[in-house]
């Protein structure tokens, strides 16, 4: 079955940017439509970004400006970059599948990648 | 930006009925889009449970169950178990701004 694991760096400076990349594996990665959401004690799951596998792109109103999603078809990988990170940055960040078909309303994520833990601090 | 609204606890004894309310508006659930349930254990990721209002994934028991009325959403677990302990969160579709995706805040179910 499809499995997701991100990447990346564990610590990033203030307002420098933070990139991750998410590696899909057993599955069809074209086809799909892939995103990014981040976890914090204090705002819960935070929804950040999509890709289609044909560039389509939407985000977070809450973030846009500060992020892209891109994907590279050829390595079944799509990454994420946040620029101008501060601590409210910090999270833990998860790549997952979106699920529903094209429909936005009916779209939900599975399955999602383990996790990792990104903390912006000097 | 519009939000989700779930208790942040609720707790039950093993065996017994419990439910987790999310409550939206009208640019989310309210508007009939659909609403999605995920299971957290901590330490973990979430776990789809619930999609598209009341439908169960393959392998999740059908002790656990959803159900949507107005700008409401309901999660039902019955026949409670230890193993139930964990965060569970809401999802849905919002139509304001650009359109986003977005959670409830996540309930702690206790088990006692």
């Known amino acids: 079955q499809v499995q997701l694991q991100e990447s990346g760096p564990g610590l990033v400076n203030p307002s420098e940017t933070l990139s991750l990349t998410c590696t899909v594996s057993?599955?069809?990665?074209?086809?799909?439509?892939w995103t990014w959401i981040r976890q914090t004690p204090q705002k819960g799951l935070e929804w950040i970004g999509y890709m289609s596998y044909s560039g389509d792109t939407n985000y977070n109103p809450s973030l846009m400006g500060r992020v892209t999603v891109s994907i590279d078809t050829s390595k079944s990988q799509f990454s994420l970059r946040l620029k101008s990170v501060t601590a409210a940055d910090t999270a833990v960040y998860y790549c997952a599948r979106i699920l529903g078909g094209s429909a936005w309303r009916r779209n939900y994520f599975d399955p999602w990648g383990q996790g990792t833990l990104v903390t912006v601090s000097s | 930006q519009s939000v989700l609204t779930q208790p942040p606890s609720v707790s039950g004894a093993p065996g017994q009925r419990v439910t987790i309310s999310c409550t939206g508006g009208?640019?989310?659930?309210?508007?009939?889009?659909?609403v999605h349930w995920y299971q957290q254990v901590p330490g973990t990721a979430p776990k789809l449970l619930i999609y598209g209002d009341n439908n169960r994934p393959s392998g999740v028991p059908d002790r656990f169950s959803g159900s949507k009325s107005g700008a409401s959403a309901s999660l039902a677990i019955t026949g409670l178990q230890a193993e139930d302990e964990a965060d569970y969160y809401c999802q849905s579709y919002d139509s304001s701004l650009n359109g986003y995706w977005l959670f409830g805040g996540g309930t702690k179910l206790t088990v006692l």
């Open positions: 057993g599955g069809s990665f074209s086809n799909s439509y």
């Open positions: 009208s640019s989310n659930i309210g508007a009939n889009y659909d």
